[in-house]
């Protein structure tokens, strides 16, 4: 009589590798739509708190800096959310931001950003609209009753003032 050895043959192993590889094959996209789910998130979260810095200045305040005008969030605004203000009062902690040697001013980055990919990813800054007259209403937006808005350009990178992609403090 012949004795068997313990171990699998080779049609237990290419069905378990089959298995492996379609389980690995359903996987896959579900990760990727995660990691979009989480920059979507990342950037809301980012506009929320950048909102609320906006507001804490203008309660402590009582008015708008006349040099800070709608669009990205850089050098002057960004500079006085981190502390450069008449009371160092820093409004806003940045995780996310550089003074990239190629560009001349200091930014705060949404998770859109691609710091050093050339060919996928420009730079993409958080952006900011303004009440300038104080009457609670945004005049870029219709039906926007707030003081100040903020927003990412999301994934596509075209700045659509709050349409498209684009992750918004306000809705």
Same mark, same amino acid.
């Given at each position: @009589?012949?004795?068997?050895?313990?171990?699998? $043959?080779?049609? =237990?192993?290419?069905?378990?590798?089959?298995?492996?590889?379609?389980?690995?094959? *359903?996987?896959?996209?579900?990760?990727?739509?995660?990691?979009?789910?989480?920059k979507v998130v990342k950037a809301l979260?980012?506009? %929320?708190?950048?909102?609320?810095?906006?507001?804490?200045?203008?309660?402590?305040? %009582?008015?708008?800096?006349?040099?800070?005008?709608?669009?990205?969030?850089?050098?002057?605004?960004?500079?006085?959310?981190?502390?450069?203000?008449?009371?160092?009062?820093?409004?806003? =902690?940045?995780?996310?931001?550089?003074?990239?040697?190629? *560009?001349?001013? $200091? $930014?705060?980055?949404?998770?859109?950003?691609?710091?050093?990919?050339?060919?996928?990813?420009?730079?993409?800054?958080?952006?900011? @609209?303004?009440?300038?007259?104080?009457?609670?209403?945004?005049?870029?937006?219709?039906?926007?009753?707030?003081?100040?808005?903020?927003?990412?350009?999301?994934?596509?990178?075209?700045?659509?003032?709050?349409?498209?992609d684009d992750d918004t403090s306000w809705?």
């Open positions: @009589m012949k004795a068997y050895t313990k171990g699998f $043959t080779l049609i =237990e192993l290419l069905v378990v590798i089959c298995i492996i590889a379609i389980l690995a094959g *359903m996987i896959m996209p579900l990760y990727s739509n995660f990691l979009k789910k989480a979260a980012g506009a %929320k708190g950048l909102e609320t810095a906006f507001k804490s200045y203008l309660d402590m305040y %009582k008015f708008w800096p006349t040099a800070w005008a709608d669009g990205e969030i850089k050098d002057d605004i960004f500079k006085t959310l981190r502390g450069d203000n008449p009371q160092g009062i820093a409004f806003y =902690e940045f995780a996310n931001y550089t003074n990239h040697p190629g *560009m001349d001013q $200091t $930014t705060a980055w949404d998770p859109w950003s691609i710091p050093d990919d050339p060919i996928r990813g420009p730079w993409r800054a958080y952006r900011v @609209m303004f009440d300038k007259n104080y009457d609670n209403k945004i005049d870029a937006l219709p039906n926007v009753y707030r003081s100040v808005v903020v927003y990412s350009v999301g994934a596509n990178s075209q700045d659509e003032q709050g349409d498209g809705k």
